[in-house]
């Protein structure tokens, strides 16, 4: 067993040595990883330069308000489309791509009108019939009717086919509508025109399914719009509630740790038995009712999410789900019990120390206004780089010119030496973008921008992950705990943090930022390559986001216990990593039996809260109980204040609980290296506190035996 023992901690390092000047956190420090933190600040330095050189090509204003293809503003006072507030599209089809989203511009020719076209018309009906000054509207400015149909056609001058459609944020949409269970565009009365075109509807209509993709997603947007405007009141009500639950129940465990954590296990339980009975009750209130057994698939996808809920096979869903997640539960707590008290000793002084170092609960509120700072560079740099395209136009001829595919002005061209030297070329709108150096940078200067957002996102949490284990760390350490504990730990361990460590957090950044935009580019490429029905070209690309995904989380896990050791010991990034690493394989049973155990238990508490304020949230908006005289506003879809709140209240418990976290972390290590420096005997004292020293010692020699027992 000696030889055994002796051969693994070869393996994983060597353990501590005593030392009697070792008292906690190293204040005689001195900087780490220069280079890191030098290379930060050039990164820094240049990604404002991107965000001026953005804000200066850049025009937001073609997010809000719509151009036409000549970078004009539809219904802009001072201009000659003041009067034309709607832009049309002269093939809505090509709008149908996720290109889209990243451009913010569709790839077909575009105007202003005074209203969206209401009547069915196609180019080559009303060519010479009294409809032709109506359809003339939906021409290019300036449009005469001197050319052939194909070359109309051809030169874009005008649309091939005029749909009825609704305006919606001001652009025109097609108005397609579901008759007897097949997609239609208008009116059923508006499809004949008297020329025999209905082959043309069909044509139209199977267009408008693959644009129907984007057009119930802006519609949904706007619904879901509508529905914040109405109810954001009410979801920050809600939010509010999660906090002051959250922050009333860190309190409670300060001064009633065991008491509570067995209060919120228990609470879980009967959150989810509650859940499994309303989805039984709804589930058997439905039966007999016309329409509740149709099946999810045969329903297909609803853009009104509703429609599932008078499903009896939606509820039956919901109840499976919660009733695995009840009995995996309960079967964790059963096999786990012993250890869920060892778990428990470990919050009684996380507890402790976060009741001397209470301003540590209030720093999540500065990670998350830095990290909302960095959230708003990076979505405004980004929304100016994207409206950095121009429209760009090119000489199209049919014939052999020489000058086909150069660029062109489309208000100069008849006059200029191209068209006389192609006679037969035309100006035609090609793409949005440019040909400028800076332009072909864009693409380039928008991964940077996703890049440095990544790298400064987690430089803000690494430094918050420093903060607060040099806090805990200090309370650890201190062998008279709380005289011993040194004034305000927490500003100095965040002084410590920016002064000597700026360049180790950036490094821990750097590293993590690198592997998340590989993962950012391999959805882009999963994205691009979903049109090919290339299988191996397909299991490639799961392969490798898998791995990435993998590969991120062993990350964070790694920088998580080194900033630990750097907060302690003030060593470099690599150094503190491989220390952390091996100090948590010579304890790789602790870390199974507390870390993971405690992790669960958190999990619990934001699933108590989350649940709490999420039952309360559904009864509210879906009318069925009142605050006061107040009652819940009319929505479109009530899931969208639910989920928010939903949501917003996991954020919040998790922002309170990682404090708790991430000192059950520092504890946990400062508890590993305590081991290894001391005995316990009067020389060589414990520096942990008399009833964890009784409770885990107990707890490490029980699993010791077990050990034994299995070798």
């Not at 882009?524 to 791995?547: S, V």
Request: with cysteine; glycine share 6%.
């Amino acid at each position: 067993m000696g030889g055994d023992r002796q051969d693994y901690y070869g393996k994983h390092g060597t353990p501590q040595k005593y030392d009697p000047t070792f008292k906690g956190p190293i204040y005689n420090r001195g900087c780490t990883d220069v280079i890191c933190c030098v290379l930060l600040l050039l990164a820094i330095v240049g990604y404002v330069a991107v965000g001026i050189i953005a804000w200066t090509h850049g025009d937001p204003r073609k997010v809000i308000y719509p151009t036409d293809s000549r970078g004009e503003f539809c219904g802009q006072k001072g201009t000659k489309n003041a009067n034309k507030p709607f832009l049309f599209y002269f093939n809505i089809v090509k709008c149908a791509s996720p290109l889209v989203l990243l451009e913010f511009q569709c790839p077909t020719p575009q105007i202003c009108v005074e209203k969206c076209p209401d009547r069915y018309l196609t180019f080559l009906s009303a060519r010479n019939s009294r409809d032709f000054e109506y359809y003339k509207q939906f021409c290019v400015p300036g449009f005469q009717n001197n050319k052939g149909v194909a070359e109309v056609l051809r030169d874009g001058d005008c649309p091939a086919v005029l749909t009825p459609s609704k305006p919606l944020a001001r652009r025109c949409f097609p108005a397609i509508h579901a008759h007897k269970g097949v997609l239609m565009v208008g009116n059923e009365t508006t499809y004949e025109d008297g020329h025999g075109s209905r082959k043309n509807i069909t044509e139209l209509v199977e267009g408008a399914k693959k644009a129907n993709v984007v057009l119930e997603a802006r519609q949904l947007a706007m619904r879901i719009f509508e529905d914040y405007t109405v109810s954001w009141y009410w979801i920050v009500i809600g939010l509010v509630i999660a906090m002051v639950l959250s922050l009333l129940f860190i309190i409670l465990l300060r001064f009633l740790a065991g008491i509570m954590v067995w209060v919120m296990i228990v609470m879980v339980i009967l959150v989810l038995g509650y859940g499994i009975f309303h989805c039984y009750m709804e589930y058997a209130r439905l039966r007999g009712e016309a329409g509740s057994d149709v099946s999810l698939v045969d329903l297909g996808f609803q853009t009104d999410l509703r429609v599932y809920l008078h499903l009896r096979q939606t509820w039956m869903a919901f109840m499976i789900i919660l009733s695995i997640v009840e009995v995996v539960i309960i079967l964790l707590l059963i096999f786990l019990r012993k250890r869920i008290l060892i778990a428990i000793a470990l919050i009684k002084e996380a507890s402790r120390a976060v009741g001397y170092v209470m301003c540590s609960l209030l720093y999540p509120l500065v990670t998350f206004f830095l990290l909302c700072l960095c959230i708003a560079y990076w979505a405004s740099t980004a929304v100016f780089l994207s409206t950095s395209n121009e429209a760009v136009y090119k000489i199209l001829d049919d014939a052999t010119c020489s000058l086909a595919g150069k660029t062109c002005n489309p208000e100069t061209f008849p006059s200029s030496n191209e068209s006389r030297l192609c006679p037969n070329a035309h100006c035609q709108f090609a793409f949005y973008g440019g040909e400028s150096g800076y332009h072909r940078a864009l693409l380039g200067l928008q991964i940077f921008n996703a890049f440095m957002f990544f790298w400064l996102a987690n430089f803000v949490l690494a430094l918050g992950q420093v903060t607060l284990a040099g806090a805990f760390a200090s309370y650890y350490w201190a062998m008279r705990k709380p005289d011993d504990l040194p004034a305000f730990p927490l500003f100095s361990a965040f002084g410590r943090a920016l002064r000597y460590h700026t360049g180790s957090l950036a490094f821990g950044a750097l590293i993590l930022a690198i592997v998340q935009i590989i993962r950012v580019m391999l959805e882009y490429l999963d994205q691009r390559l979903k049109a090919a029905e290339n299988k191996f070209a397909k299991f490639l690309m799961t392969c490798l986001k898998c791995c990435f995904w993998c590969l991120e989380k062993f990350i964070k896990f790694l920088n998580r216990n080194a900033y630990i050791m750097i907060a302690i010991y003030g060593t470099n990034f690599c150094t503190s990593a491989r220390n952390a690493f091996f100090l948590l394989m010579r304890n790789i049973i602790r870390v199974a039996v507390l870390d993971k155990v405690t992790d669960f238990l958190f999990l619990l508490g934001k699933l108590l809260i989350v649940g709490s304020v999420g039952i309360l949230a559904f009864f509210f908006f879906t009318h069925r109980i009142r605050i006061v005289q107040d009652t819940a506003p009319p929505l479109n879809y009530y899931w969208v204040p639910i989920l928010t709140v939903i949501v917003g209240s996991y954020l919040i418990a998790h922002g309170f609980f990682s404090v708790y976290g991430m000192c059950v972390d520092t504890l946990f290590l400062c508890f590993c290296e305590d081991l290894e420096r001391n005995d316990g005997s009067q020389e060589r004292p414990y520096f942990m506190s008399p009833e964890l020293r009784d409770i885990l010692l107990k707890g490490s020699a029980e699993e010791g035996k077990q050990e034994e027992v299995e070798e």
